[in-house]
């Protein structure tokens, strides 16, 4: 079946298979957090891209088969709530950025600063710093495939809680760190809800800009 990124909390996962990579993305929590499971095809290595909520439905999704790493994007609680379970469970190292590290529930193993490449297997994921939502947070890229946390969503930049420095920081970031240097086919895989392409969301630059969220 077609990839389309549309999920729902107590639904299935939805799987999309690219050369060398799978991803399956599932919803969970209170706030329809997404979830994204990794596996390199190759070696089978897995990271899980933010441990948010319902960690049985989290280890169901991923199996039997082992998983090396969590991903954490941010420290707002909603990315966490099943973290510390998860990883208990799985022996994964946690990883995020040493801003945002203070603010999760468990000691964080590897802290990743931008530009820095995190491995599922033999595929790298590029850290891209994106600050304003938290200070710390970070997007993951892989060719193609940009998975953003709370950073960028269909429609705008993630919340800056109307502080205008803030929002000028993460606007500034988005802009630079991902528009001016990424393809518009590149599919964009937020933090909630559905997904988008650069494509879809670079015509409507200047409109957030201009309205400050």
Known sequence: MTYTGDVQV???????????????????GLFDNNA??????RTGDGV??????????LLELIGDRPIS?????????????????????TGA??????????GLPVPVDLEVE???????????????????????SIA???PGHLFTGDSLFPGGVGNTNKDPERFAQLFAD??????????????????HGKDTTLGAERPHLPEWRERGW
């Open 36 to 41: 994204y499971l990794l596996r390199c095809t």
């Open 93 to 102: 190292s946690v990883i995020a950025h040493p801003l945002d590290a203070p």
């Open 140 to 142: 993951l890229y892989h």
């Open 10 to 28: 107590g639904g299935p996962a939805d799987l999309r298979e690219l050369p060398g990579l799978t991803i399956a993305k599932l919803a969970v």
């Open 48 to 57: 899980l891209i933010d441990a948010a909520a319902e960690p049985d439905r």
């Open 69 to 89: 790493k969590i991903i954490t994007t941010h420290q707002h609680g909603d990315h966490w709530q099943a973290l510390a379970e998860v990883a208990r469970a």
């Open 114 to 136: 931008h530009g820095e490449e995190i491995t599922v297997g033999e595929v790298g994921l590029e850290v891209i710093h994106l600050r304003g939502h938290t200070p710390g």
């Open 174 to 191: 988005v802009s630079e760190r991902i528009f001016d240097r990424l393809p518009d086919d590149t599919w964009v895989y937020p933090g």
